[in-house]
């Protein structure tokens, strides 16, 4: 893939070759724990994530007869770190050929259309809880991290413009963490891709339309409608958001 189309697969609205280097490793603070709950539906004050361990497909049921909706690699699509994925609800099961109960977790996918959800056995995930969310509110342009349900980090963003809007859904998460090394570049030092996608653009410049969270090398926009569909941050604010909203934190962005 070439600078300029991983740029465009990353969000909509990023349409310059930049080369992107994976952040490595998860969150310390979700660390590979045994987990002392049963996973299950993200709260306001916790939600559950898992790191792919090993290729899986994602099923449509818990079940592995299911039909399958997609195949999820443990190395991430776009910046080549790990896959995290969020969590949002399980179940045990009877396998009829192992003759035993099986978990299976439901997780929110990084596919169109937006929102949709897969199946795999808990076994292919190292799982742990995260007490943080992420809240965008398009209209008051400002991003809000949670932490157990408590504000943490208030920041102002930029949002997509009339025509290319930034897509609104109780149901996002996001999916990577890529550490770009480049604090002056159009995308600034970090970019969160998240699991939704543009509704506006099914390709731009080479890419899927991928909607990010990222830095901004024109920070005089940061306040107003001017992308083409992802958030953009000051890259002081991006920092501090990476710092704690690791892959698999559950977003919301809201009108």
């Known amino acids: 893939m070439t600078p300029r189309s991983l740029a465009a697969t ?14 490595a490793g998860a969150s310390a603070a979700g660390s590979q724990a045994a987990v002392a709950s049963v996973p299950g539906p993200p709260t306001p004050r ?15 049921t818990p079940a592995r007869s299911a ?23 399980s179940v045990v099961k009877r396998d009829p050929v192992a003759k035993r109960d099986r978990r299976w ?12 959800r897969g199946w795999v056995p808990a076994s292919v995930l190292r799982i742990h809880s995260t007490p943080f969310r992420i809240v965008i509110d398009v209209s008051d342009r400002r991003l809000t991290v949670f ?25 996002f998460a996001i999916a990577e963490l890529i550490r770009t090394r480049t604090p002056g570049a159009f995308l600034g030092p970090i970019v969160l891709p998240i ?10 410049a080479g890419g899927n339309g991928r909607v990010a969270i990222h830095g901004t090398s024109l920070p005089e926009l ?34």
């Not at 699991?195 to 731009?204: H, P, Q």
Request: aromatic share 2%; with cysteine.
């Open 147 to 171: 932490r157990a349900n408590r504000p943490v980090i208030r920041a102002p963003v930029a949002v997509g413009k009339p025509g290319t809007e930034t897509p609104r859904s109780d149901h």
């Open 67 to 89: 039909r399958p909706r997609t195949v999820l690699q443990p190395i991430a699509p776009l910046g080549d770190g790990p896959t995290i994925l969020m969590i949002t609800r």
């Open 10 to 23: 990353l969000c909509a609205a990023c349409a310059v070759g930049l080369a992107l280097t994976a952040a």
């Open 46 to 60: 916790v939600a559950w994530v898992g790191r792919l361990v090993a290729p899986v497909v994602a099923r449509r």
């Open 105 to 116: 977790v439901e997780v929110l996918l990084p596919i169109r259309p937006n929102g949709v």
């Open 195 to 204: 699991t939704g996608y543009s509704e506006r653009l099914n390709e731009f």
């Open 222 to 255: 940061i306040g107003t409608a001017a992308s083409n569909g992802c958030i953009r941050m000051h890259n002081r604010d991006i920092a501090r958001v990476a710092r704690i909203a690791r892959p698999g934190t559950p977003l919301k962005i809201r009108s």
